[in-house]
């Protein structure tokens, strides 16, 4: 008949893919930052970076990783498709 579900796996979500998704995530997330700290036209006196937070996912993973990532609370839907890193505490 049909199996219990394991914490952590739903609908053929393996811990593999999320662990792959979250990279692929925080390493847009940092190449976003660095390229927003880059840009040209910046103050001089403006002061240090500006600070990038949420980010449009990686579109190469399925919007089901993305909602697990955040049920199990290591991204934050910050609304209009964007996430954000949650800091740990």
């Not at 692929?24 to 390229?35: I, M, Q, S, Y």
Request: with cysteine.
């Amino acid at each position: 008949m049909t199996e219990p579900k394991q914490q952590g796996q739903t609908a053929g979500l393996t811990p593999e893919v999320l662990k792959s998704a979250l990279k692929a995530f925080k390493k847009r997330l940092k190449l976003t930052a660095l390229d927003d700290d880059s840009r040209l036209g910046r103050g001089a006196l403006s002061g240090g970076p500006t600070g990038v937070f949420a980010i449009r996912p990686p579109s190469q993973f399925p919007q089901q990783v993305w909602n697990e990532l955040c049920r199990q609370g290591k991204l934050r839907d910050t609304g209009h498709g964007l996430y954000e890193l949650v800091k740990p505490s």
